[in-house]
Antibody
Framework: QVRLQESGPGLVKPSQTLSLTCTVS??????????WSWIRQPAGKGLEWIGR???????NYNPSLKSRVTLSVDTSKNQFSLKLNSVTAADTAVYYC????????????WGQGTLVTVSS | EIVLTQSPGTLSLSPGERATLSCRAS???????LAWYQQKPGQAPRLLIY???SRATGIPDRFSGSGSGTDFTLTISRLEPEDFAVYYC??????????FGPGTKVDIK
């Protein structure tokens, strides 16, 4: 059974770069059958899709964040990563990673999420 | 951007009652591109329904999805205590690729 686990700093200063990693266990990130996504959720609010990456490195981003987001994949570590630069308080949220079976239009499973707070 | 609207915002019901949740899209969504998730406090969303009407693995048959075009429905036939949660619909294929509705909270009456 595939499991995803987010990791990274819980506190980031304004204008700096938020960096998170999602580690995949119970399956290979290189299987070729999946996209790997990031989603975020501010406290008490809804879900916002950030972007996704394929094992080849091909990416799709949310246009609202595209200028600040970079996704990458490290198949040797079975991980994929998110970098969001020039963060502000508005980027404070729980960040989730999730798997999408190729063009299945659904996200399953999700990691447990990690809270990132942007504050000086 | 395809905007999803969910109604009602909050649904107050008792265990054993039937819950009917609505998701309306600002433009037509392919039926294979509509999913529903359940989220409990402090937990990640869990996939319930994909392709508008197919239950995900391990989801009880009291959960059912229906609809097409711009109008979709999630029905919980008999609410169990563990079903009180927030439910989100999600579409795929617009720009951005994934968008979510604002959620419907099902709470105990």
């Amino acid at each position: 059974q595939v499991r995803l686990q987010e990791s990274g700093p819980g506190l980031v200063k304004p204008s700096q770069t938020l960096s998170l990693t999602c580690t995949v266990s119970g399956g290979s990130i290189s299987s070729g059958s999946y996209y790997w996504s990031w989603i975020r959720q501010p406290a008490g609010k809804g879900l916002e899709w950030i972007g996704r990456i394929y094992t080849s490195g091909s990416t799709n981003y949310n246009p609202s964040l595209k200028s600040r987001v970079t996704l990458s994949v490290d198949t040797s570590k079975n991980q994929f990563s998110l970098k969001l630069n020039s963060v502000t308080a508005a980027d404070t949220a729980v960040y989730y990673c999730a798997r999408e079976f190729l063009w299945s239009a659904m996200l399953d499973p999700w990691g447990q999420g990690t809270l990132v707070t942007v504050s000086s | 951007e395809i905007v999803l609207t969910q109604s009602p915002g909050t649904l107050s019901l008792s265990p054993g009652e039937r819950a009917t949740l609505s998701c309306r899209a600002s433009e037509s969504v392919g039926s294979s591109h509509l999913a529903w998730y359940q989220q409990k406090p402090g937990q990640a969303p869990r996939l319930l329904i994909y392709g508008a009407s197919s239950r995900a693995t391990g989801i009880p048959d009291r959960f059912s999805g229906s609809g097409s075009g711009t109008d979709f429905t999630l029905t919980i036939s008999r609410l169990e205590p563990e079903d009180f949660a927030v439910y989100y619909c999600q579409q795929f294929g617009g720009s951005p690729l994934f968008t979510f509705g604002p959620g419907t909270k099902v709470d105990i009456k």
